[in-house]
């Protein structure tokens, strides 16, 4: 999931929350996971760029 869909899935939930659909409790979970899932994608991100930097500095190395 990317940051918008995290973003829209708290918001979503607010509501939801806000017109009783949904307890407080199950939205405390809900933006816990979404918490989680959003530091997963900013490490991807991050490990991704890593790689690419990585492999920049290898193909100097190797003078190509």
Same mark, same amino acid.
């Given at each position: 999931?990317?940051?918008?869909?995290?973003?829209?899935?708290?918001?979503?939930?607010?509501? %939801?929350?806000? /017109?009783?659909?949904?307890?407080?409790? #199950?939205?405390? =979970?809900?933006?816990?996971?979404? %918490?989680?899932? /959003?530091?997963?994608?900013?490490?991807? #991100?991050?490990? =991704?760029?890593?790689?690419?930097?990585?492999?920049?500095?290898?193909?100097?190395?190797?003078?190509?």
């Amino acid at each position: 999931a990317t940051p918008l869909e995290v973003a829209v899935l708290v918001a979503d939930t607010i509501d %939801q929350v806000r /017109a009783g659909d949904i307890s407080p409790t #199950v939205a405390n =979970s809900v933006g816990y996971l979404a %918490q989680t899932l /959003a530091k997963l994608h900013e490490q991807i #991100v991050t490990e =991704s760029k890593i790689d690419m930097i990585l492999e920049v500095i290898q193909q100097r190395r190797l003078g190509g």
